[in-house]
């Protein structure tokens, strides 16, 4: 009874601030006043998330061991688009594998990958790469594009001369799942089960990037439920920063 009296106490503390006042000079309150104003849970909503039989990861899902001449790389091409098999089965961050036909040769040189991630923005992400493999940190959900440039080949350890050979490039899926909306604090993601186990939810959203990172990885039968504290859209800072005119 005493949080309703209270919730209904701030109402009206809100109408008061919100309704013009017939200055010109009247005050604009910032969106952070008015929450701290408010119980956080006001403008938030709980939004539950679920994965079903999320497949393992697999590295060469987008693209299956193209092979980029080493011999153009020397001539000075910069970069080489890749072609692209097929589509990530849910969103997820992306992992690259540079081989070469000479074993223990080290690589260099960066993948960009340009497509949509998991809430609907349009992404462009550069992975840096400096050995065998390279992981991302963005989940997309589809992407348009996919290119390597590659800086430098260093010559076989055991001798051989790697301008002469071919590297051989993978782009698949790795294990960071994307959230369907945006989280601000890691803590927004509160409840995680994992094959209708509750397991820890610290540190295993990533607020950056909108992504989760379970404890136990995808192995085709695994399923996974989680919940989110998502901040009302009416009152993100990213659409509305003041509450009075």
């Known amino acids: ?6 919730l209904m106490l701030m109402v009206l503390i809100m109408l008061f601030v919100l309704l013009p006042t017939g200055k010109a000079n009247a005050v604009a309150w910032p969106v952070d006043t008015i929450r701290w104003m408010m119980p956080k849970t006001a403008f938030y909503e709980t939004v539950p998330m679920e994965w079903v039989d999320v497949p393992t990861a697999d590295p060469n899902l987008i693209v299956v061991s193209m092979h980029v001449s080493t011999a153009a790389l020397v001539a000075g091409t910069t970069g080489f688009t890749l072609l692209i098999a097929s589509q990530t089965d849910y969103p997820r961050n992306y992992t690259c594998i540079i081989s ?14 340009i497509g949509t991630d998991s809430i609907g923005t349009a992404r462009t992400e550069t992975i ?11 989940p997309f ?4 594009s996919v290119r390597v440039t590659i800086t430098s080949i260093a010559d076989n350890p055991d001798g051989g001369n790697l301008q ?3 590297c051989s490039i993978d782009v698949g899926t790795g294990v960071k799942m994307g959230l369907c909306t945006n ?12 094959d209708g186990a509750a397991t820890d939810p610290s540190g295993k ?33 990213a659409t509305q920063t003041t509450v009075n005119d």
């Open 128 to 138: 840096a790469i400096s050995s065998v493999t390279a992981s991302g940190n963005y």
């Open 183 to 194: 989280i601000y604090e890691t803590t927004d993601v509160f409840t995680v089960l994992e």
């Open 141 to 144: 959900a589809y992407v348009t």
């Open 205 to 237: 959203a990533n607020a950056t990037y909108n992504t989760i990172d379970f404890a136990s990885d995808p192995d085709a039968s695994k399923d996974y439920e989680i919940a989110i504290r998502a901040p009302m859209q009416k009152w993100s800072p």
């Open 100 to 113: 070469s036909r000479a074993e223990g040769a080290a690589v260099v040189g960066s993948l960009e990958i």
């Open 164 to 166: 002469s050979t071919d």
């Open 1 to 6: 009874m005493f949080k309703k009296l209270f």
